[in-house]
């Protein structure tokens, strides 16, 4: 999967071998959400899936009543397009908001949604994902292993992959060249990046 925030991105990723999208904006603050139009441009010109990153904080990854609302229409709109899924994800107190979650998968329904590396910043992480086992909606967890780079969250990421249920994706500064390396300690199906397939 990669991470792009520009139609000229998704459409190279996708020529040098990208199985999915991300879309967002602004990476420096951790990815936000991307324009509708935008969104809407991509999935018009790009065959493979895409995958819409829901974020309205620039730091950290909690929402208050207003962020939240801001989300949740977000993804009402986005569900017009020819979306794959989404991405999101909100903590409370270093873990995750249950209620908020609630909220937003029921918007997000029936669309498969990943959870981003804010669980990478949960203390209760057994029992987070025991929730999201609970919850099918969410059918992917991005992470890095709580680590800088996958490369050193390996250990965790194995750990988590045998907690969860549904697909871990590896994701932390993953370049192209790191994948097969990367693969044969983890073995897993999906695997994140902004540069994973070229350096653009």
Not at 116 to 138: E, F, P, V
Not at 145 to 169: C, N, P, S, Y
Request: charged share 25%.
């Amino acid at each position: 999967e990669a991470c792009v925030t520009s139609l000229a991105e998704a459409l190279l990723a996708e020529k040098n071998g990208a199985d999915r999208i991300e879309i967002c904006q602004r990476l420096k603050t951790g990815g936000m959400t991307p324009d509708y139009y935008e969104v809407s441009e991509l999935c018009d010109q790009l065959a493979i899936p895409v995958r819409v990153m829901i974020r309205h904080t620039e730091q950290g990854f909690e929402a208050d009543e207003a962020v939240l609302e801001k989300m949740l229409y977000a993804i009402s709109k986005m569900k017009h397009l020819e979306i794959e899924g989404f991405v999101f994800g909100v903590l409370r107190n270093n873990e995750i908001d249950r209620r908020y979650m609630i909220k937003l998968l029921n918007a997000a329904n029936p669309f498969p949604v990943t959870f981003h590396k804010a669980i990478d910043l949960s203390q209760h992480l057994d029992s987070d994902i025991q929730w999201i086992n609970d919850h099918s909606l969410i059918d992917t967890i991005l992470t890095s292993g709580g680590a800088m780079t996958a490369a050193e969250g390996v250990d965790q990421i194995l750990r988590m992959k045998k907690m969860f249920d549904g697909e871990i994706m590896a994701g932390g500064k993953i370049m192209a060249g790191d994948l097969t390396e990367l693969h044969e300690k983890l073995g897993l199906n999906w695997y994140h990046g902004s540069r994973i397939v070229s350096k653009y």
